[in-house]
């Protein structure tokens, strides 16, 4: 069978108005990587799995609710749509309203957005607009925009969204066979999260797939939902998260408490050393996708949280290349020697005896 996107294959399951057109560039199918050692670092016992959604067309899971919301407006005759963005929402948007023909504008806060992602809005031709303000600044602006005017609101508050995410979990459980025991992720404006517990939902009602506990992972810089009050200056390496004001937290609260799992914060130095384990087991994703698997790091040295016997699922949801700047920042720069053979040898020895 010929892969035709996201909603060729879970389209029946999603709930979309009759008008919804299909703009596709055949996101989704992402991998399931077991990472075994990694497991056994944590403890063992356990099966861990990541969902790499840094392998979407984009480079982040942005893009399956994109398909969706942009499907929707363009068969609605959308001319123009707008989000606010720490950066992943903006070049999926992008990418996905070129696809259509239509004209993108989004709204980025100054400053701290990642390289790759404002490289990719602007490759894909949107309207960039930095805001001299923060994300949640960039959002109350678009909410106002798009109720006064036929310019259509892709963020995830836009119903769409979240119709389109929803087939991560679809995913995960198709490939497992059932839902995990917990699931790990991180929670910014907490549309995924929201995303991911209607779909287990929907398809423990469909095919008793059985329900993950969820666990939800902020950064403790912009943690909101772990300190129950908005977050005025939001900080994080994790520069997609930096997010004072989620658009769905209280959904994400409800999510994580109905399942049994929880919401928690970790630092940036969890954060970032999460990131090099997983670049150490061949997966380079951004900070903000690193967070999910410290929370559970730090959950299982808590002993909050027992892997033994169970199946963990955590998500990845962008790749590391939108943000090389982290990298030459925290990591060690390459090194240099002449272009000699002498000089080779003797950098190659010091290596090789360490
Ligand atoms: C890599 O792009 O909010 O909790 O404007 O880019 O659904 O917001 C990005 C969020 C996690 C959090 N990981 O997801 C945006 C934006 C990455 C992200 C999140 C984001 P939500």
Redesign the pocket.
């Known amino acids: 069978m010929v892969y035709e996107g996201l909603l060729d294959r879970y389209g029946a399951l999603l709930n979309l108005p009759a008008h919804t057109g299909q703009v596709s560039l055949l996101e989704g199918n992402t991998p399931l990587i077991p990472l075994p050692r990694l497991a056994q670092e944590l403890g063992g016992g356990f099966e861990l799995y990541v969902k790499f959604e840094g392998l979407n067309p984009t480079g982040?899971?942005?893009d399956r609710g994109m398909t969706a919301a942009i499907s929707e407006a363009a068969g609605r005759g959308v001319e123009t749509v707008i989000?606010?963005?720490?950066?992943?929402?903006?070049a999926s948007a992008a990418a996905y309203a070129a696809r259509a023909g239509l004209r993108a504008v989004v709204l980025i806060p100054e400053g701290k957005v990642a390289a790759g992602k404002l490289a990719g809005a602007v490759a894909y031709g949107a309207q960039v607009i930095q805001v001299q303000g923060s994300?949640d600044d960039a959002l109350a602006l678009v909410i106002e925009i798009s109720n006064r005017t036929p310019i259509a609101l892709v963020n995830?508050l836009n119903p769409y969204r979240l119709e389109g995410q929803k087939t991560a979990a679809f995913e995960i459980c198709d490939t497992l066979q059932a839902a995990p025991d917990w699931l790990c992720l991180?929670?910014?404006?907490?549309?995924?999260?929201t995303a991911y517990w209607m779909g287990f939902r929907q398809y423990d009602a469909l095919k008793q797939t059985g329900l993950p506990k969820v666990l939800g992972v902020q950064a403790e810089g912009a943690a909101p939902l772990v300190l129950g009050r908005p977050v005025e200056k939001p900080e994080t390496v994790a520069t997609?998260?930096r997010?004072g004001r989620?658009a769905r937290g209280e959904q994400?609260l409800q999510a994580a408490e109905e399942s049994g799992g929880r919401i928690i914060a970790v630092s940036d130095s969890a954060i970032l050393s999460m990131q090099r384990r997983l670049a150490a087991e061949g997966v380079w994703v951004?900070p903000?996708?690193a967070t999910g698997l410290a929370g559970l790091a730090a959950e299982i040295q808590r002993k909050r949280l027992y892997g033994r016997d169970q199946r963990v699922v955590a998500i990845c949801?962008?790749h590391g290349l939108k943000d090389p700047d982290i990298i030459s920042q925290t990591m060690r720069a390459p090194l240099r020697v002449h272009a000699s053979l002498a000089a080779l040898e003797e950098v190659l020895g010091s290596i090789t005896n360490t």
Do not use: D, L, R
């Open positions: 982040s899971f942005k989000c606010a963005s720490t950066g992943n929402t903006a994300f995830s991180p929670v910014g404006n907490a549309g995924n999260i997609a998260i997010i989620p994400a951004e903000a996708s949801t962008g």
